[in-house]
C-alpha cells in the first residue's frame, strides 16, 4: 500500500519568514495530494491540493509543489503570521476502480513566533 | 455548509466494554471514513464506506468494526476496547466521483482505562 514520509515533524520560524514542509511517497498510482491544518483542538480542513497533472499551484500566500519523478510534494507558506501556527498534514491519494483513500503524513507542527 | 457531527466530544470507558462511536453527515456524501489520531503518527484509516453498507478495511482495523445501514450515518464499534485504543478519532466524508476533499468532525477523544 501507500507510504507517506513527512519532514519535519517541528518546524519553528519567526514571523515573516517562510516554511517549507516535504512529503515523499512511494505508490506511483497516486494522483491526488492535498494538504490539511489543524488548528489547536479543531478539526483537520484542506487548505490547498494539486493533481499529478499539474507541477505547482499557489493560493495567495500558500504554494505546492509536486515532482512525480522523485515521487515528492512540498508545501510553501510565505511571510507566515501566528495564525499560521497548526499541525499540517501533507496525503496521498491512491484511487482504484471504484474508490480510493487517502494516506496520511505524520504531521508537522509549525510555530510561528511574533 | 458540509457538517459532520460525531456523538460524543470526550469518552471515557473501561478495558472490555463495548463502545460505539456515531458520525453524522448531512451533505448527502458518498464516502465515509474513520481514522484515529496519535501524535506523531498523524491520521490512520481504520474503516471507509463508500455505500450504504459497504465497508472497506483501512490500514488498522484490528479490534475495530463498522457499520453503516443508512447513508448519513457511519459507526464505528470497538468490540472489546483496550487501553492501546486511547485515542483521538475523526470522522471524515467525502463526496466522492472524482471530487476528494475530506470533510472532519470534531473528534471524539475516548480514553480507556
Known amino acids: 500500500g501507500e507510504n507517506v514520509e513527512q519532514h519535519p515533524s517541528t518546524l519553528s520560524v519567526q514571523e515573516g519568514d517562510s516554511a517549507v514542509i516535504k512529503c515523499t511517497y512511494s505508490?506511483?498510482?497516486?494522483?491526488?495530494f492535498p494538504w490539511y491544518k489543524q488548528e489547536l483542538g479543531k478539526r483537520p480542513q484542506l487548505i490547498i491540493d494539486?493533481?499529478?497533472?499539474?507541477g505547482e499551484k499557489k493560493d495567495q500566500r500558500i504554494a505546492v509543489t509536486l515532482n512525480k519523478t522523485a515521487k515528492h510534494f512540498s508545501l510553501h507558506i510565505t511571510e507566515t503570521q501566528p495564525e499560521d501556527s497548526a499541525v499540517y498534514f501533507c496525503?496521498?491519494?491512491?484511487?482504484?476502480?471504484?474508490?480510493?483513500?487517502?494516506?496520511f503524513g505524520q504531521g508537522t507542527i509549525l510555530t510561528v513566533h511574533p | 455548509d458540509v457538517k459532520v457531527t460525531q456523538s460524543s466530544r470526550y469518552l471515557v470507558k473501561r478495558t472490555g466494554e463495548k463502545v460505539f462511536l456515531e458520525c453524522v453527515q448531512d451533505?448527502?456524501?458518498?464516502?465515509m471514513f474513520w481514522y484515529r489520531q496519535d501524535p506523531g503518527l498523524g491520521l490512520r484509516l481504520i474503516y471507509f464506506?463508500?455505500?450504504?453498507?459497504?465497508?472497506e478495511k483501512g490500514d488498522i482495523p484490528e479490534g475495530y468494526s463498522v457499520s453503516r445501514e443508512k447513508k448519513e450515518r457511519f459507526s464505528l464499534i470497538l468490540e472489546s476496547a483496550s487501553t492501546n485504543q486511547t485515542s483521538m478519532y475523526l470522522c471524515?466524508?467525502?463526496?466522492?466521483?472524482?471530487?476528494?476533499?475530506?470533510?472532519f468532525g470534531p473528534g471524539t477523544r475516548l480514553t480507556v482505562t
Open positions: 494539486i493533481r499529478s497533472n499539474v
Open positions: 471524515a466524508t467525502e463526496v466522492g466521483s472524482g471530487d476528494y476533499e475530506q470533510y
Open positions: 464506506s463508500y455505500d450504504v453498507k459497504m465497508k
Open positions: 496525503a496521498a491519494y491512491a484511487g482504484g476502480t471504484s474508490y480510493g483513500k487517502l494516506t
Open positions: 505508490d506511483s498510482a497516486s494522483n491526488y
Open positions: 451533505m448527502d456524501h458518498e464516502n
